[in-house]
Nanobody, 126 residues
């Protein structure tokens, strides 16, 4: 059974940094097609993609609006994916979700992700 558990969220001030974590279990981490991603849903808004990573090779892809302040990484030994967010802004306030899927190429399209975590709340005060 696949389990994705996010952590690292919280209440922070504008300009702070956070590192979100997503611990994974039940996935075939040696698969060449395993992809994982971070998504977020802000209050009153649609879910949006933040970034994706091909687990085995570490190839990354970012939404255009997320480039620069967001960094996605993974640690195979710890079976954990991370999202480093720097210079947080109030508009980054959202529930952040990690997700996993299998695809022949890296993609941030939500339909390609089969398994989702419960999310971790990030609240940025001005």
């Amino acid at each position: 059974q696949v389990q994705l558990v996010e952590s690292g969220g919280g209440l922070v001030q504008s300009g702070d940094s956070l590192r979100l974590s997503c611990e994974v279990s039940g996935l075939t981490l040696t698969s060449t097609t395993l992809i994982m991603g971070w998504f977020r849903r802000a209050p009153g808004k649609e879910r949006e993609s933040v970034a994706a990573i091909g687990w085995l090779r570490g190839t990354t892809d970012y939404a255009d609006s997320m480039r620069g302040r967001f960094t996605i990484t993974r640690d195979n030994a710890k079976k954990t994916m991370y999202l480093q967010v720097n210079n947080l802004k109030p508009e980054d306030t959202a529930v952040y979700y990690c997700a996993a899927g299998y695809s022949g190429r890296i993609t941030r399209a939500p339909p390609m992700y089969n398994d989702w975590g419960q999310g971790t709340q990030v609240t940025v005060s001005s």
